[in-house]
């Protein structure tokens, strides 16, 4: 294919490298320095898409981020596609892929495009709500076809190969756009020493210099571009971000910015000096002062047959005549309503295409390039617009006529102009997006007419995002604003006072409000208008969603799905609520201002992820023991973030033992002989102060005044309406000092709460806390051997069991490591937990298990550890309960100190009517009657299994499992009056049929004396 | 009201469209109303439409101080499903659940309810518990649901990431495969058409500014628009209900929050049911337009702004791109947040208040949507006869007093 539309000269392309691509299957070339966009204009490429409601054909019409049409799915590979990126904003490298989103070429596969061709008429705004209810089984079926109708492009399948950074910044001043104002403003920040970020979406700075005709001290602007970008880049001050988009705004100069590395090069990122590279960056910004220089898009006007391929925004034209050396077509009409788009005209004209007319809607236009244009011979006709474009797949001439804007009508003969391409242009709206993300409304400003943005502290807009279009206004809006932040800041030093450069002074006449252009029909029976290309939304469908009595902007947007696009109504937003302001008789600023919400463009969700995902997503948590457990085929079990050891299976005889057995043989080990637990997870808070003890007697149920140095007791924690939180020992390690344990997955969380407490309730307390869960591993030696097993590895500790009572703590050594002992067990069996400087720990643990290992000593995970605690009927915090347990549902009222001086946490709710009712769900073992079943884990109890669904529900399982040693199935439970049931049958009926039939029993189903722990 | 048909949209077609009706008026308000209820969001319209169309009574204005909808009505994630834990919220969410499923032909009003199913995954031995306990008290209770295991997990969604190599690898999930989704603005209008053809005044632009209350009964409320009476007021007003409490001189235990979402930029079909995740914290659908519809947990402080902050965005998006990889290149087009009235026990309050006459249905929080007509109704029918519903009775404000909460944390974690 040859570039028929590509000048011999000109652009800023780099005609000396060639590039080959791929659209929809076809090969092309293109240039350096092209966009998708430029490239397919290049080669003639008329339509790149079918809209998504009535499957028209559609071209390209803009040249940025405001471009609704051209969207592609980008990617050579399946891992590597990207779905609806916009051809204007795609650099073109070699080899790449894209292809068009929607329908075409397989528009006879596309239901929607079917039933859009038949008749959008069809189709009115909304008309999904009032059809397809009859029959109502059928929603689901014809629910399908519209899902498969909609959508644009589609997922990749495959995971991403690329990765994402997120770099943290802070600046002085953070400049947006690189535009002629944003380059001064930075140009001006940054010889004066300040930080500065400087960031532009575009694959090149200079914003519109980059097509302007302006000379700039004589030269070509971009001259002006390139000596600024030179100084700015020596700044070592100054951090200049190309291809870098600020997508949100938020709270206090919080800037987003999505720097793309490498979506310029490659569909997946390349390695730069041979080391890999992120795809993109992320970067979180907080500046002192943001500069807003995000300039103006045009607005296209509205008329009928607006979306045919060849209508275009004017300046998008200038853009790619003078950026890309592309003029996209041969004979051009331009309607407008301002002297700006003339430029348009004359670029075109000196492109040697044929300039059929200038349709002004101004009576009589005035100015420099109106000027110009006359003296080119080309033909204005003023007081007009054109009302109608003709021409299905591309534009094959224009409807002109005279019109009254104010009255809308038109008031002159339809005169039909042959042309290929129709610009137009009405108006320009200051991009405001970003300031309206942190929350301020836009302001309407009648003069341009256009919203500006609103007032933000910190935020300072400069140049043609003011309203005031022309450059000088560029450069000195810019400046002061640089003078006016730093002086704010306390920067005073005037010594390096940067001037604004020579520009030609160009007259410009007023602009005349004009949107929808009226046509000889009524807006509801002319040619469609449209007003989102993207969406579909015409200026009928605003009709008649106002006529249907929305009438709040929100509600006509919404009703239509105006702005609703990926291009968030950039080009279709004010046209829209303009067309509702006409027909509803008010004011745009009263019909409303849109809202505009990050992300300004769309980002990948990649970008937004960064590093946290897979192995970073949550911080993976090992004990000083783990290595251990892995070379022992340790099964992990994820607690909070902690991986604990599950079970240890064996081989035995080449086969791996399976979960059952494995605890089986540890549970067994346990309770005949020795075994040991790596608890280095339980949360441990170390707390000092004066009112450490007073704290504790607060934040606990039960009553700390008396606990000596030494001792060591089980606390239990409720929140404020009286259930159960957390629970641990808490043992005294002197007067002021206390070491505070919690359950695995709850340890951050009481930390926080205790600080809560202590920070808005009880400041007054003189006490501190610290985590300490790492800095001590645990281990717990248990079992009737375990006694000797320490005689074995402590010289220093007496541990008779006269002298080293059940609940007490000594410190000594353990394998020559200092080491803090506590008598307290978890599986009714002696038991010896040692904490060892985590540093230390696997040098106990191997010596333990070379002393340990004629003792039969097992290691056991979490599933023995909680089969042992259930045979001894102990809770395990969350669940065993949920959040709606009381102590006493527990049966642990002896834990509950109701005489405690202090009203601690808790204790109102404990006595509210509901927490003191008789049938609350108390805690209870089960046995099944087939001592063989383990009852499933949250099964539901009733007491009649025979009633009908909804069934009368008294309780659930709480934990279930097989006992090797009491040789049955047992498990723990709530039941409703649970306490006072001892004995009865309950029934639990499964999902299989199955009802199983369980007694009532005490939750201790083993040495009901606790004995065992005392041996 | 002229009903919606097929055949009616033809007819339109060769009008040119020119003869559609409005969907509603836009009265003046009148001096007095039998039943004025505040707020013109799902909850609000619904219980007007309820009151006319099951009571009878249609002397009823709604106050909506913006446009109809425009709450979180019109910024949720749309899930709507009844697999809740605890008898009561089962009971009361499953009501709602059985009118869902007449809705479009009882209001005449497409509102899309799709029941494409939901997963809530596990992705913890204590996870999967807590699921096996929920399905099986849902089925207890005639409520559709099943523990699926990981397989069964995949066979449902092949493009979630089922395999070892997540951070907390997918174990099972409840599956309710009547739950699903609708179209959020279309429930709000369908219920505003349907109430303003039985009589119903709908009041937009109209900011209810204070309470006039003697002798400890309402008797009417004061607006920007002026003064209006009416002897029975019920308040649904979500992350304002806190602020209109105060006016009436009472305190609701409400917490409000700013709640976020964000929405990918429209995609081919590519994910077939919702998935949500406590866990890994956030969950996902596809809307028919094609938008991956996004969101997690509040933010954690508290405030009326309608804005979150962007670490959440972050959580979010980190929480979707680990179930799903392959969507770490869809693009994120727009985030949005909406303000959340969350209830100490994440149950709502449907009740009578200390003020006679006044009642309110607030403390939705996060997961009110999909309780939009089951609320109406039931608080239709204690409006209508001053005497709570059987179904909203457990959902009085006097169980902060009696601590019969209905705990529904566990079962909400992320909450919709
Ligand atoms: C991001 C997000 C996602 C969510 N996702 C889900 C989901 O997936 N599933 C689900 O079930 N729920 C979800 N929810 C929750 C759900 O949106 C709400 O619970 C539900 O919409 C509440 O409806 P409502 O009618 O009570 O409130 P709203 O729709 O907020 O209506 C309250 C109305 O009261 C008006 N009002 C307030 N004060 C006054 C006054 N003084 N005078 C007059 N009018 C007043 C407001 O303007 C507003 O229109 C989500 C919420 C959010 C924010």
Not at chain 1, 157 to 166: A, F, I, M, V
Not at chain 1, 244 to 267: C, M, P, Q, S
Not at chain 2, 113 to 137: E, K, P
Request: glycine share 10%; net charge neutral; proline share 5%.
């Amino acid at each position: 294919m040859t570039q028929q539309n590509r000048l011999a000269n000109g652009g800023l392309i780099d005609r000396k490298r060639q590039l080959t691509f791929t659209y929809n299957g076809k090969r092309y070339t293109g240039y350096e320095g092209d966009t998708l966009a430029s490239a397919l204009l290049a080669n003639g490429v008329d339509i790149v898409n079918r809209s998504f409601k009535y499957s028209r054909p559609r071209g390209v019409v803009a040249a940025g981020a405001e471009e609704p049409n051209a969207l592609v799915q980008l990617g050579a590979t399946e891992s590597t596609q990207v779905p609806n990126v916009r051809a204007t904003q795609q650099a073109l490298y070699e080899g790449l892929v894209a292809k068009s989103t929607n329908g075409w070429p397989n528009v006879q596969r596309d239901l929607m495009g079917m039933v859009g061709k038949m008749g959008g008429s069809f189709m009115p705004p909304g008309f999904y709500y009032k059809t397809f209810m009859a029959p109502a089984s059928m929603w689901m079926t014809y629910e399908k076809y519209i899902r498969k109708g909609a959508g644009l492009g589609r997922s990749p399948t495959e995971n991403d190969p690329d990765t994402y950074d997120h770099l943290h910044q802070h600046c002085d001043v953070l400049v947006i756009g690189a535009g002629p104002s944003g380059l001064m403003a930075a140009l001006s920040a940054g010889r004066r020493g300040v930080r500065v970020i400087l960031c532009d979406e575009q694959e090149e700075m200079g914003g519109s210099l980059l097509d302007s005709r302006e000379l700039i001290n004589s030269q070509p602007a971009t001259r002006w571009v390139s000596d600024t970008l030179d100084e700015l880049n020596q700044l070592d001050n100054v951090t200049v971000l190309s291809r870098t988009t600020a997508h949100g705004y938020h709270d206090h100069n919080f800037v987003t910015l999505h720097e793309r590395r490498t979506e310029h090069i490659w569909d997946r990122a390349t390695p730069a000096n041979g080391r890999p590279q992120v795809r993109s960056r992320l970067h979180r910004v907080r500046a002192k002062r943001v500069i807003l220089a995000t300039g103006t898009h045009e607005r296209p006007l509205v008329y009928a047959n607006n979306d045919v391929p060849g209508n275009m925004i004017a300046g998008a034209i200038s853009s790619y005549i003078r950026r890309y050396g592309v003029v996209p077509g041969n004979s051009l009409v331009l309607s407008t309503n301002n002297d700006h788009a003339y430029r348009t005209a004359l670029n075109w004209h000196e492109a040697g295409r044929k300039v059929v007319a200038i349709v002004d809607a101004r009576p009589s236009p005035k100015g420099t390039l109106v000027d110009q244009a006359r003296a080119l011979d080309i033909r204005i006709i003023s007081g007009s617009a054109v009302i109608e474009g003709k021409g299905t797949n591309r534009v094959s001439g224009a409807c002109v006529a005279a019109i009254d804007p104010a009255a809308f009508k038109v008031t002159g003969k339809v005169e039909e102009l042959e042309c290929d391409t129709i610009a137009s242009s009405g108006g320009y709206s200051p991009v405001v997006h970003l300031s309206s993300h942190t929350g301020t409304r836009p302001q309407w400003n009648s003069e341009i007419p256009a919203f500006v943005p609103g007032e933000v502290k910190g935020m300072t807009p400069v140049g043609s995002v003011t309203g005031v279009f022309d450059l000088k206004t560029a450069f000195d809006t810019a400046l002061s604003a640089i003078d006016h932040a730093l002086e704010e800041a306390g920067d005073t030093s005037s010594s390096k006072v940067t001037e604004a450069p020579q520009v030609d002074a160009i007259q410009e006449g007023p602009c005349c409000a004009l949107y929808q252009v009226p046509h000889t029909k009524t807006t509801l029976r002319a040619p469609k208008q449209f007003v989102d290309f993207q969406n579909d939304v015409t200026a009928s469908a605003i009709e008649i969603a106002t006529r249907e009595g929305f009438e709040s902007i929100e509600h006509v947007k919404r009703y239509t799905a105006l702005g609703f696009g990926t291009d968030q109504g950039k080009l279709g937003n004010i046209n829209g609520m303009a067309i509702a302001a006409r027909i509803l008789n008010r004011s745009i600023p009263e019909v409303g201002t849109t809202v505009f919400r990050p992300n300004y463009t769309p980002v990948t969700f990649g970008a937004i992820a960064g590093r946290h995902c897979r192995d970073l997503f949550d911080p993976e948590r090992y004990t000083a023991l783990h290595q251990w457990h892995v070379e022992h085929g340790a099964e992990f079990e994820d607690v909070g973030q902690w991986k604990r050891p599950w079970y240890f299976p064996k081989t035995v005889n080449g086969k791996k033992e399976t979960l059952d057995e494995a605890v089986a043989r540890e549970c067994l080990a346990v309770r005949e002989k020795i075994g040991i637990l790596d608890a280095s997870t339980l949360g441990k808070i170390d707390i000092q102060g004066p009112d450490a003890r007073e704290f504790l007697n607060r934040v606990y149920t039960n009553k700390w005044a008396k606990l000596a140095p030494g001792r060591v007791r089980y606390g239990l924690m409720c929140k404020d309406d009286g259930m159960l939180m957390d629970d641990g020992t808490t043992s005294c390690l002197a007067e002021n000092h206390f070491l505070m344990t919690t359950t695995t997955g709850g340890a951050a969380g009481v930390l926080e709460w205790l600080e809560v407490w202590h920070q808005t309730e009880w400041p007054e307390l003189d006490v501190y806390f610290t985590s300490v869960t790492d800095h001590w591993a645990t281990m717990t030696v248990t079992g009737p051997d375990a006694r000797k097993l320490m005689e074995e590895v402590t010289t220093d500790v007496d541990l008779d069991r006269e002298s080293f009572k059940f609940m007490d703590w000594k410190e000594g050594t353990v394998a020559g490591v200092p080491a803090r002992i506590f008598r307290i067990s978890f599986t009714g069996e002696l038991a010896y937990e040692i904490n060892i400087q985590a540093n230390y720990a696997m040098k106990v643990w191997l010596e333990l298990f070379d002393k340990g290992e004629k003792y039969g000593l097992t290691p056991y995970g979490t599933e023995t550890m909680h089969v042992l605690r259930a045979e001894k009927g102990l809770i395990i915090a969350g669940q065993d309960t949920d959040g709606s347990v009381t102590p006493e549902d527990l049966g642990l009222q002896w834990a509950v100190g109701y005489d405690k001086p202090f009203e601690w946490i808790g204790k109102r709710a404990l006595t509210r009517p509901d927490t003191s009712r008789k049938d609350r769900k108390q805690f209870v073992g089960l046995k099944p009657k087939d001592a063989n079943v383990v009852l499933e884990e949250g099964a539901q109890i009733v007491l009649d299994p025979n009633q009908s669904i909804p069934m009368a529900m008294v309780g659930h399982v709480t934990s279930s499992y097989y006992s090797a040693h009491l040789k049955r199935g047992i498990a723990l439970a709530v039941v409703k009056g649970g306490h006072e049931r001892m004995g009865e049958t309950v029934y639990l009926p499964m999902a299989d049929g199955k009802v199983h039939e369980a007694e009532i029993v005490s939750p201790v189903f083993l040495d009901p004396k606790w004995e065992r722990q005392n041996v | 009201m002229k009903r919606y048909s097929g055949f009616g949209l033809v007819k339109h077609a060769m009008s040119h469209h020119e003869n559609w009706e409005r969907q509603w008026r836009n009265p003046t308000p009148k001096k007095q109303y039998d039943v004025i209820i505040v707020g013109g969001g799902g909850h609000g319209l619904a219980t007007a439409y309820y009151l006319a169309k099951v009571h009878g009574i249609t002397n009823v204005a709604v106050i909506e101080k913006g446009w109809l909808g425009g709450g979180n009505t019109a910024r949720n994630t749309t899930i709507v499903r009844s697999n809740y834990l605890w008898d009561e919220a089962a009971a009361l969410f499953e009501h709602s659940m059985k009118l869902w499923e007449g809705l479009s032909q009882d209001l005449n009003y497409n509102v899309m309810f799709s029941q494409r199913g939901v997963l809530n995954l596990g992705h913890t031995l204590q996870d999967m518990r807590d699921i096996q306990r929920r399905v099986n008290a849902n089925r207890l209770n005639g409520i559709d649901g099943e523990v699926l295991d990981a397989k069964g997990v995949q066979d449902i969604v092949p493009i979630l990431d089922c395999s070892k190599n997540a951070r907390y690898p997918v174990m099972g999930a409840s599956w309710q495969p009547r739950a699903g989704v609708a179209r959020h603005d279309a429930v709000a209008w369908g219920y505003a058409r349907a109430a303003d053809s039985m009589g119903v005044d709908l009041l937009q632009n109209t900011e209810v500014t204070g309470f006039k209350i003697r002798d400890g009964r309402v008797h009417g409320v004061h607006t920007n628009r002026g003064d209006i009476e009416a002897k029975t007021v019920g308040c649904v007003a979500a992350g304002n209900s806190g602020v209109l409490a105060k006016m009436a001189g009472f305190k609701l235990p409400l917490e409000s929050h700013p709640l976020q979402a964000l929405v990918s930029e429209p995609l081919k079909p590519i994910l077939d049911t919702v998935v949500m995740s406590n866990h890994v914290h956030g969950y996902v659908s596809q809307s028919d337009k094609g938008d991956l519809v996004i969101g997690a947990g509040i933010d954690g402080y508290v405030g009326y702004g309608q804005r979150g902050s962007y670490t959440t965005i972050e959580h979010t998006l980190q929480a979707i791109v680990e179930m799903f990889p392959i969507f770490s290149r869809v693009r994120m087009n727009r985030q949005w947040g909406g303000i959340v009235d969350t209830c100490p026990d994440a149950s709502p309050i449907i009740s009578a208040t200390p003020v006679k006459g006044m009642f309110f249905n607030c403390g939705w929080g996060t997961g009110g949507f999909k309780a939009i007509p089951g609320s109406g109704h039931v608080f239709a029918a204690t409006l209508a006869k001053n005497e709570a519903h059987p179904i909203a009775a457990p959902f009085s404000i006097d169980r902060f007093n009696s601590g019969a909460l209905v705990d529904e944390h566990g079962a909400a974690g992320v909450a919709h």
